[in-house]
Structure formats: C-alpha cells, structure tokens
C-alpha cells in the first residue's frame, strides 16, 4: 500500500483496572487519568506480518469456519495493496519493540479469486447469514452479485485495534484508492463493480437512540449511508475481545453483532468525501 506523510496521533485513555482488594481499587480509581500520545504509520507488509495479521482476521471471524490463514497469505502476496498499522518508532527506539501490528487494511477480490477455498467459504458466511436475518430480495441480491462473472466484487479488509481512531481511516481509504488504480492501470483484477465490509457493531437495550448502536470502526457508520445493502446478525455467543471487553447480551455491555454493507464502487468519492467532512484528513 502507498505509504502515508502523515503520521496519526492517538490519546489513549488509560483508566484503572481491576485491582486485588478494593482499597487498591479506589486509589486507582482516584487517580488522574494518563493521556498517552502515540504515532502510527501505515507501512507494507513483510512476512513476518503474518500471524499478527491472521490474529487481527480471527478478531472480524471469530469461530467462523473461514481460514484466516489462507486469507493472510494472500493479503501478504498482494502487499502492495495491503497495509499493516505499525507504531511509529524513533530512531533510539528498539524495533523488535515496536513491531506489532495494530491494524490492517486492504482489499481481496471475491469474484477472481474465487478458486480459493477461503474465499468460498467467505462467500458461503455471507449468504448464510443474509438468507437467515435478511429479505428474500436482499439474499437474491447478493447471491446475483457474488456469481455475476463480469461484475467484480470486492471485500474491504479494515481491522484494528480498539484505540485507534477514525481519523486513520482517511488516508487508509485514500492509499487503498491510490492503490486500485494502480493496479488497474497494469492490468491486475482491482476495477470494481461493487464493495462489502463486514463492520463489527454493538447494539445496547437502553440509552439514547443515537447511543444504542456503537461501531468499532466509528467510520463505518458513514460509510453505511451510502450503501444499497446492509443486514446484521448476532455474534454474541462467540469469544470477543468486542470494543473494550468481553461484551455479553447484558443490557448495560450490549449485544456484539456484525453489519455487512455492500455499496457500488460509484459511490465510493461520496463515501470518501463524508470522511473527509466528518472526520477531517
């Protein structure tokens, strides 16, 4: 992926944890909360990559019966329209430290690479799923769009880790749509007709209206408004790191569910320009 200028800050709020008695505890709890500042660059992957990257797809699957590996492998072949979210290091920092994969970000083709197990099986997660939680005419829908040989479908790949902003997700979809067209200037199978991104969401019993939905990657719900297609379906029987915890159906934690959105590859400049306007670059 086109590497970024632009380096994107963190503050991380870091708050008291569980302590062994609750005197501990409440000193903790009295104590000034810790701002720390973080950069991040988003860089190619290399092959050491992988397992962070494959821990990073099994947080999206979680017990579905998809080969994260196989998916790995290929993001790791097609690295130049791959990226890792890596933090920043200075020159005295150590390396080996910092080579942790907070993210990553990209795109696989579900129509030309459809000789893949992995991506069968994706495809099969998809349909199950909106066969079971959606309208006949949405499940029609997509099966038509997933079998359409001449129209390509590709799947965005955006996963990280929970503290990272929004603000990211700029130049991530700036650098993937750089990176595209690129690719199809040589010829290579990224000339899309339609998108899907599987969102991870969580949706609360009680609250205000606008605060009983939540998205892990806040960007997400913009780029739901252009969709032509959305259905959820729960996840909540699945282990889950979730958005800050072990989120369960407790009413006060939220139900973990998942929203795949599907928008035409004509929306994507308005996609874009809504985060630009929202989120700012």
């Known amino acids: 992926m086109a590497p970024f200028k632009k380096?994107?800050?963190?503050?991380d709020n870091v708050s008291s944890s569980d302590s062994?008695?609750?005197?501990?505890?409440?000193?903790?709890?009295?104590?000034?909360?810790?701002?720390?500042?973080?950069?991040?660059?988003?860089k190619m992957p290399e092959a050491s990559d992988f397992h962070g990257i494959k821990n990073l797809l099994q947080q999206l699957f979680l017990k579905a019966h998809i080969n994260t590996s196989e998916l790995a492998d290929l993001l790791l072949q097609q690295r130049k329209i791959?990226?890792?979210?890596k933090q920043a290091c200075d020159d005295d920092d150590d390396d080996d430290d910092l080579d942790v994969d907070f993210g990553v970000f990209s795109v696989i083709n579900l129509t030309q690479k459809d000789?893949?197990?992995?991506?069968?099986?994706?495809?099969?997660?998809?349909?199950?799923?909106?066969?079971?939680?959606?309208?006949?005419?949405?499940?029609q829908t997509l099966q038509r769009m997933?079998?359409?040989?001449?129209?390509?479908v590709g799947l965005i790949i955006s996963e990280r880790m929970v503290n990272i902003p929004p603000k990211?997700?700029?130049?991530?979809?700036?650098?993937?749509?750089?990176?595209?067209?690129?690719?199809?200037?040589?010829?290579?199978?990224?000339d899309f007709e339609y998108f899907i991104l599987i969102s991870k969401i969580v949706?609360?019993?009680e609250g205000k209206p606008e605060e009983k939905l939540v998205y892990a990657n806040a960007e997400e719900e913009l780029i739901a408004e252009v969709a032509t297609l959305t259905f959820d379906f729960s996840v909540s029987a699945e282990l889950d790191s979730g958005l800050a915890g072990g989120w369960t159906d407790?009413?006060?934690?939220?139900?973990?569910?998942?929203r795949v959105i599907v928008f035409p590859a004509s929306q994507w400049d308005t996609m874009y320009s809504k985060l630009v306007q929202e989120i700012g670059t």
Do not use: W
Request: net charge negative.
């Open 146 to 152: 997933l079998e359409d040989k001449r129209k390509h």
């Open 20 to 42: 062994e008695n609750n005197s501990d505890s409440e000193e903790m709890h009295d104590m000034p909360e810790e701002t720390i500042e973080v950069d991040f660059d988003v």
């Open 115 to 139: 000789n893949l197990n992995f991506v069968n099986e994706i495809k099969t997660y998809l349909l199950s799923h909106c066969k079971k939680m959606s309208s006949d005419a949405n499940f």
């Open 250 to 258: 407790e009413s006060i934690e939220g139900h973990r569910k998942r």
């Open 7 to 11: 380096q994107q800050k963190v503050d």
């Open 168 to 190: 990211i997700a700029v130049p991530l979809y700036s650098g993937l749509s750089y990176d595209m067209a690129k690719a199809k200037s040589k010829g290579e199978a990224f």
């Open 82 to 85: 791959t990226g890792v979210i």
């Open 203 to 205: 949706v609360f019993k």
